[in-house]
Each structure stands twice: as C-alpha cells, then as structure tokens.
C-alpha cells in the first residue's frame, strides 16, 4: 500500500510539471518578466483579478500550512488563529505602498530607500531580502518532501530537488509574468482542496473542534499507585497502545527519585550537600488517561498567554509593523496595478488567506484530539505525527485520497511561493543590483533592460541552488518564521517614515534597523547549546508559556527601535539633500502613479564652493516632464544595450 501510495504521489508531482512548464510564457520584453506585463496607471477587472489571486496564494506558503496545523496541534483553536494574525500583513503593506506610489510616486520599495536612506541602507535591505528569499526556497521544499519519504532519505531529496525545480524553470521563462499567469490557476485549486480536507475532517472529528484542548495538567492524590514505579505509572494507558512506544511516552512518563547533583542516588547525601531531592513523580499528559489514574485534570486556559496567546500578539506585531516589508513576494506586487486596484487586491486576497490559514488550522486540532482521545485507533507509526499536528500524517491517517489531496495542497503552495520568490530574486539580482552597479543606484523595473533581465535568469538558477543546501541541517520550517521576524522589528520604522520623510535621512534607517537585528541574534544565539551558559535572556520573557521569550524579544525590541527612529528624526529635520546626490539621483523628476510628475530635493553652489540645500516643490499634472522623463528611462535602456566602450559616450 505505501509503496502505490508513493507512486500515486510522484504521479501529481509529474502531472503539476507538464501542467504549468509548457504552458508558462516566454517574456521577451523586460517589462513584462518584472512586472508581468500589468500596465500601472490601468483600471481594469482582469488586474484585480490577477493580482487578488497572486496575492492570496504567494503567502500561502506550504509552511504557513504546515505550522498552522502543529500550532493547531499546541493550542486548539487559539494556535490557527496565532498563525494567522501575520497576515494583517495585507493591511499594512498596500497603506504604506499607496502613500508611498502617490505622495512621491517611488516604484519599488528599493528605489525609495536609496532615496532617502542612501546606498548603504539599500545595501543593507538588499542583504536582508536575499537572507529572506534563501529562507524561502528551502523551508517550502523541506514541506513538500515530507511527503515523500523519511527526511534526508533518497525520495525526500528527490521530492525537495523536484519541487524546487518546476518553479525555477517556469520562472526562468517568464519571471514575474510566469508567476501571475499560473497564481489564478493555483489559487481556484487550493481552495477547493482546502475546503475539501477541512470538511472531511469536520465530519469525522470525535468531538467540537472548536472547543477542543489539548493541553492541561494531572493532580494525583497523594497515596496514588502510579508515582511507585514505572509500571504503575503506566498502567492506566489503553492496552491497546501500551505497545507503542511513542504514545506510551506521549500520554505518562515516570521519573525515579534524584537529586540535582546526578551523580548522587542517596538523599541523605544530597541534603548534606545541600542539594535538591526530588521524589518519584509520574506525570500524565493526557485527560483520558489521568481520569483513568484516578487524577484530577486541570485545562490550561486556551484564552492566556501560555495557550497560546503569546505567539498570536508576536504575530500580529511582526505582521503588522516589520515582517513583511523584507519579503518582496508581497512587497514586489504592491508596486504593480493602479493604487487603488492594488488596495483593494490586498484586502480581498488578505481576507481570503487569513480564512485560509485559520480553517487549516482544525487539520492539526483534529490530529491532536484522535490521538488524545481515541488512541487504539491510531497506528503506531502515525501516532507521533498525528499527536503534533503533521499535514502528511493526519493526510494518511485517512487513506490514499485524502492523503493526495494534502499533498496537491502542499504541492500547490509551495510551488506558487517559490515562483513568487524566483520573481522576486530576479529582480533583486537584475534592475536593482545590477543597476546599483552599472548606475551607481538600484533601478525600478520599469527602467529594466534585457541585461538585467538575464542577470535576473542566472539569479534564478543561483537561488534554487543555494536556497536547497540548508536542507543539509536539518531545519524546522518555523524557524524561518519566528526568528528571521524578530531580527527585522527595526525595519518597521523606516519604510513607515517612507510615506512622509523628505531629504536625505539614513539615520532614521540605520539606528532602528541594526537594533532590531542586534536583538534577533542575541536571541538566536540564546538558543544555541554553547551559547546558553553565557547568555543569560530569562529576563526578557514575559508570561509563563512556551514563546514567552519570543514575545518579551518582540515588545522591548519594538520599543527600542521605534524610540530609536523617532530620535533619528530631529536629524536633518527640515529634509535638506545631501550635496551631490540629486544629481545622481534616478528619482530627481519621476512621474507618480496618477500620471503627475514628482520634483525631489535639489542642491545649488554658491560662487565659494560651499554646498547649500533647498527643497523643491512638488508640481502636478506637467505632461511636458512626463514626455521627459520617458525619454530619460528610454536612454537609459538604451545605454545599458551598448558596448561597455560605447556606454562612457552615452549621454543620459
């Protein structure tokens, strides 16, 4: 049976390839593979369809999937939805672009913070999104692959190396055209096959999913059996799963009388050196079982910090003021469509992704409670799987069907977040590093060339590549969620300042920015086995429960870096340009998304040589500089097309 089942699985892998790499376009232009072709200033149905579409399923990572099942799995009800609340994202991401697209009329998040930052905090930036992009690449495929086999086995690889690839080359083609045209396709099959497994699992759940709680704790009476030995601490598991060790485990453990001090087995010698005697205790982890032990079961409080209302206040603080402005998945598309098509697309497709992760959340919930409380029909080797939550374990507790269902799911959604990845690479590598190279700035993609375009092709192949060694690891997919949020808090505050901040302000960037990642890896760090003695963060958890530290990181690194960017902004506070950069700039006259053309910061020399600031104003509507601007974008294509030798002639 396992062996069909496999074979079943590589079939709709093979299928999901021929059913998107032939049909996936070339772009030939370099307009169409940054920006897929969607015209900016154009309202129209068909780009709030697309980009509604790409929106919701391009941050539906399999892994989002994937934790919100085991947080399910934790929390019940409460865990679903804390994985959920990083996707008010789509609420702060399209407000801060709208403002920044018309008060200023930037076209790439990049582009803005060159401008007002400088090279070095795009540079910066520029790191962080490839950190990000890497991150992307592997805890996606390290999903797929679970389905195929035990990790780090053959097909596991296999099913890693294959999974990565489908999107790498279809995004090689097409880049962020490839993306968008199979998002509509990807998005009417995750909705379906989502809304199908939840109804199946609703259907067979023992009991309401909704009011289910998985963890508690047992009180025996003092003269109970069970603390005596392991037997007896034991016995009031079902026979039926005493022979499963991993459930046998899972429900009670006994731990014998010891002192602190290990080496010591005696508790008069313990005490005489002062030492801590533990009695024998056996500890019950389960309700069924402590009420069959004769115990008294306490719930943990769903409601509370330690049931998991911890991780829902860092979601929502990361998802809201930091996380996704380092993802260009969500950011690249806030720069395509007309402003108020782009909103709306946000909205609509944040409503629909957060139902989405909120509704697979009862997948892990409903693992958790069969194995809680129907035990003796859990086979031994899924019973660990299904007591955490695992998509692929719950998928084959209910057969072969469901079991491909679960895997197109997470087939779909990993591909479509790994094409958006590869989009957002290109783009990384192509206009802005390549055009920070050539023009000394980074380019928006509407000043792409085929140069870049293929710089961005080759980026493709690099990151597919790079992206899948971490695997070699042996990381969780959480990790990528958790601790790469926490090292980015102090982005919040500058790409805020963006949709007001005038002259040239890199301390606004720089102060909170590197804060925010002195704090992330100051946590890391706390993590590690041979930095855990040194560093000493107990002090920073607040609340009792298991991502305590994780939120008491988040709110004292919030805090510093929003302090740290309000000081930042007594500097240069009238917004004066730094000396010899408005000429350089690529935004000095720039036209906006409802057609106006923007003036930026100026500089003038007086007959000293002495450099003195002034702001420009803003003008409207001027069609003359817009003509202007379009032929300075054309000859700037134009020069990239030319020989190097020919270039040092151009005039742009």
């Known amino acids: ?160 190396v294959v999974s990565t690839a489908i999107p790498a080359f279809y995004c090689f083609t097409g880049g962020m055209r490839a993306s968008l045209f199979t998002d509509v396709f990807q998005a009417m099959v995750k909705v379906v096959f989502v809304v199908a497994v939840v109804a199946v699992v609703g259907s067979q759940a023992p009991t309401s999913l909704n009011t289910f709680n998985p963890a508690g704790s047992c009180s025996l009476p003092a003269d109970s059996a069970a603390a005596t030995g392991s037997e007896a601490c034991t016995a009031a598991i079902p026979w039926k799963v005493t022979t499963c060790p991993a459930a046998q485990k899972a429900m009670a453990t006994y731990a014998g009388a010891a002192c602190n001090y290990t080496s010591i087995n005696s508790s008069d010698t313990c005490a005489l050196v002062s030492g801590v005697w533990s009695p024998p205790s056996c500890k019950i982890s389960q309700q069924p079982v402590c009420a069959a032990a004769g115990g008294t079961w306490q719930p943990r409080n769903m409601w509370s910090l330690e049931g998991g209302l911890d991780m829902l206040i860092v979601g929502l603080l990361q998802g809201a003021l930091s996380y996704p ?25 944040g409503i629909f992704a957060i139902g989405t992760i909120f509704i697979f959340g009862f997948v892990g919930v409903f693992g958790a409670m069969e194995a809680i409380l129907k035990p003796e029909s859990v086979p031994c080797d899924m019973f660990a799987g299904m007591l955490a939550g695992q998509p692929a374990a719950v998928a084959r507790y209910f057969g072969t069907a469901v079991f491909s269902i679960v895997n197109l799911v997470f087939l779909v959604s990993s591909c479509t977040v790994l094409d958006s990845t590869f989009a957002s690479t290109s783009k990384l590598f192509g206009p802005e590093l390549l055009g920070a190279i050539r023009r000394g700035r980074p380019l928006p993609p509407q000043m792409a060339t085929q140069r870049h375009a293929w710089a961005g092709r080759l980026a493709i192949v690099f990151m597919a590549v790079i992206g899948t060694l971490p695997l070699l690891a042996g990381p969780t997919a959480l990790d990528a969620t958790t601790i790469s949020g926490t090292m980015v808090v102090g982005l919040g505050p500058p790409v805020f300042a963006l949709t007001f901040l005038k002259g040239y302000r890199p301390l606004v960037f720089h102060l909170p920015f590197w804060t925010g990642v002195a704090f992330g890896v100051v946590m890391q760090l706390s993590s590690t086995p041979w930095a855990q003695g040194l560093i000493n963060v107990k002090g920073f958890q607040i609340g009792t429960g298991k991502n305590a530290l994780l939120l008491g990181f988040n709110v004292v690194s919030l805090v510093c870096c929003w302090f740290l960017a309000a000081v930042a902004l007594l500097d240069n506070a009238k917004g004066f340009q730094l000396a010899g950069r408005a000429a350089g700039d690529a935004d000095d006259s720039i036209s906006n998304d409802d057609g106006d053309v923007v003036a930026k910061d100026a500089m003038e020399t007086t007959k000293d040589g002495k450099a003195h600031f002034m702001e420009l104003p803003i003008y409207h509507s001027s069609k003359v500089e817009a003509v202007r601007q379009a032929e300075q974008e054309s000859a700037i294509r134009a020069a990239d097309a030319m020989k190097p030798k020919d270039v040092d002639r151009a005039t742009v």
Not at 118 to 136: D, I, S, T
């Open 325 to 349: 402005f380092f993802d260009p998945v969500l950011t690249d598309r806030a720069f395509l469509a007309e402003p108020k098509t782009m909103v709306w697309s946000f909205v609509t497709g």
């Open 1 to 160: 049976m396992m062996i069909a089942r496999l074979d079943l699985q590589w079939f709709w892998l093979l299928l999901f390839a021929v059913s998107t790499i032939p049909f996936a376009p070339w772009a030939h232009k370099p307009q169409d593979f940054f920006r897929g072709g969607i015209i900016t200033d154009k309202k129209s149905a068909s780009n709030w369809i697309v980009l509604t579409s790409s929106t919701f399923v391009s941050w539906i990572f399999a892994k989002s999937i994937l934790n919100a099942s085991t947080l399910g799995a934790s929390y019940g009800i409460v865990g679903g939805l804390a994985y959920a609340s990083w996707f008010v994202a789509f609420f702060s991401v399209p407000l801060v672009a709208y403002f920044m697209r018309t008060r200023f009329g930037y076209r790439s998040l990049p582009q803005a913070i060159y401008a007002r930052y400088g090279g070095l905090a795009a540079l910066a930036f520029g790191l962080a999104v490839a950190y990000r992009l890497e991150q992307e690449v592997w805890s996606n495929s390290l999903v797929v692959a679970s389905f195929y086999g035990p990790v780090q086995s053959p097909a596991w690889w296999a099913a890693a």
